[in-house]
């Protein structure tokens, strides 16, 4: 009962706190640079085709870089660096992407994945003392939660939470698994439920901040850097403006105060809003279960159209 009066205190100074606002997103990007190979395009080409959207409409986004998918050799290096100097912030979320709330992986190892990207990181433009948890998981123990939130404090990291959690890495899943079996498929209807599920996932936890904050709170965006925004990326930034939401940046963001809560986190990776909801007892609400899918709905919804 502690935690919720106290973070029940901690979200009503928080809104008090901060003036009323139009709706704003932040873009952030996960897993970053990524080598592997795609249909369609290549690496490079990949890169390119994000930064060339997010140039386009002038938005200024962030790279999170998992150092074990490319930036740990030069042509990934050369990738992320290309983020930098186009003015991007660049994060640190791990080497290898672990997860932490395996019973089998010590506090220490995840703590020296983020020292070792580190070092990679930070000599490139654009590098900001910020760390992504993989899977958005804070640990399986509060010995680990715990241990982590002094971690980041003693070495000066902000925590860089998702408040607008999305399953585009599951709808890209599904992408190339279609272009691997058919490099001439139409993917239309792909794109088309790509977009849907970022709308719904934005209205659904724009909504969610308004219960639990009584405003519209900066919303920090998470996606990846993957094929399906490669494709498709400026179609969704085109989206957002279309619904009227205004796009800052993720230092921007970051600087709204609900931005400074630590909500005890029971369920696996969430939101930060979802973690509030769940902190707040709120229990299974309305709208809960499309934001604790990874795209069902989605999926089945194509797979029912063939």
Same mark, same amino acid.
């Given at each position: 009962m502690k935690i919720l009066r106290t973070?029940?205190?901690i979200a009503a100074l928080a809104a008090s706190a901060a003036p009323a606002r139009a709706q704003s997103v932040a873009f952030t990007f996960d897993d970053g640079p990524d080598l592997e190979a795609t249909p369609r395009l290549s690496? %490079? %080409?990949?890169?390119?085709?994000?930064?060339?959207?997010?140039?386009?409409?002038?938005?200024?986004?962030?790279?999170?870089? *998992?150092?074990?998918?490319?930036a740990d050799r030069p042509e990934g290096l050369a990738l992320a660096r290309a983020w930098g100097e186009a003015g991007h912030a660049i994060g640190n979320h791990t080497m290898t992407h672990p997860d932490l709330n395996s019973a089998k992986l010590p506090l220490v190892q995840y703590q020296q994945e983020i020292l070792d990207c580190d070092k990679i990181i930070s000599t490139l433009p654009g590098y900001q003392?910020?760390?992504?948890? *993989?899977?958005?998981? +804070?640990?399986? *123990?509060p010995e680990k939660r715990d241990g982590m939130r002094a971690f980041l404090k003693q070495h000066g990291y902000r925590n860089a939470y998702v408040s607008l959690d999305t399953s585009d890495w599951r709808l890209n899943g599904e992408l190339v698994r279609v272009l691997g079996a058919d490099p001439n498929a139409d993917l239309a209807p792909i794109r088309a439920a790509y977009l849907a599920h970022l709308k719904q996932r934005a209205l659904a936890y724009r909504a969610l901040s308004q219960r639990l904050q009584g405003r519209d709170i900066a919303q920090v965006l998470l996606l990846h850097h993957n094929l399906i925004n490669a494709l498709w990326l400026d179609d969704a930034i085109a989206m957002f403006k279309g619904m009227g939401w205004s796009i800052t940046t993720p230092a921007a963001a970051f600087a709204d105060p609900v931005y400074?809560? +630590? !909500?005890?986190? !029971?369920?696996?990776?969430q939101s930060l809003l979802l973690s509030m909801a769940?902190?707040?007892?709120?229990?299974?609400?309305?709208?809960?279960?499309?934001?604790?899918?990874?795209?069902?709905y989605e999926i089945d919804a194509l797979k029912n159209a063939r």
């Open positions: 973070l029940f205190c690496p %490079q %080409q990949r890169n390119a085709a994000m930064l060339a959207a997010l140039d386009k409409h002038g938005v200024k986004a962030a790279l999170f870089v *998992t150092a074990g998918n490319g003392k910020w760390f992504r948890y *993989t899977f958005l998981r +804070e640990g399986n *123990t400074l809560l +630590e !909500p005890d986190r !029971p369920a696996a990776g769940r902190s707040l007892g709120l229990g299974k609400f309305d709208g809960w279960l499309r934001l604790q899918d990874d795209g069902d």
